[in-house]
Structure formats: C-alpha cells, structure tokens
C-alpha cells in the first residue's frame, strides 16, 4: 500500500510521527507536505496529495493541519476526492464504510497523537460496504461533475 501525506507548518512534528508510524507497518509513504516550521499555506498540500490519489498514484492520503478542516477542505475540491475531516476513530472508521473516503483529515492542535494513530488505523482498517452506500456516493460524485442532482429530479 501507497500512500500521500500532507501538511503544514502546524503539523510538522505529527505528521513526522505518522509518517513513521505508517512505515513501521509497511506502508509506502509519499511526503507532499513541509518539513520547517516556516508558514506553509495548507491548499498547497491539500492539492498535492489529492492529485496523487485522484490519478491513482497513491491509495490514499492523510492530511494534517491545525484543525484539519482547511487541509481537508482543500483536498475535497479536487474531483473524486472524499476526504473525512475528523478527530476520531469512530467517525475515520464510519467515514470508509459508508462513505468510501479515499482521504482522511485531522488537527495537530485538536487531537493528540495516539487519537490520530487510531483514527489511521481505523480508516485503514475499515472496508467500503457497497450497496446502498455506493447509491449515495454515487450521488454524490453526480453533484461534483455536473452541479447538478438531475437524478433526483434537483
Ligand atoms: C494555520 O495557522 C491554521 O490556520 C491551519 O493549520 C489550519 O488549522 C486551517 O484550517
């Protein structure tokens, strides 16, 4: 498995630990965010990240900024992208069931470190569950591509 990571200057020494956390099990890891604590404006990770799982490159992302909700929020612009922003476990895991998230979000300055292992693990874990869920994603990728909810008649 591949992954990206991205981050800002918020979330240098986390995402470093997540880093070396999702090596210490075997995953591949693609580092698309800053390395200094120097400003480091988080749509420009957010965007490299979410190009590489976009195209296929990776089989995820995991982004990490202060909150998590601007990194994440960048990332879910990109078409194809489903990035959950969350701050814990349940929610990461819910987030891949149900919703397929091909990315996860989270705060450096909201959640501490052993959270956001769990939060990975979970996501990572966890298994799309298809059916009925699939019929809502779907609708959902409509609303990207066409701004539009033609198939319920909006
Ligand atoms: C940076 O100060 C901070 O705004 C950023 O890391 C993030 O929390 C934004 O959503």
Redesign the pocket.
Known sequence: MKLAIGN?H??VEMKNEIMDYLKSKGIEVVNVGTDTAERFD?PVAAYRAAKLVASGEVDGGVLI???G???GLAANKVRGIRCCICSDPYTAKLSKQHNNANMIAF?A?VIGIETAKMIVDEWLGATFEGGRHAERVALITEIEQTQKLASRGE
């Open positions: 800002d918020a979330a988080y900024c202060g909150t909700v601007g990194i705060g300055r």
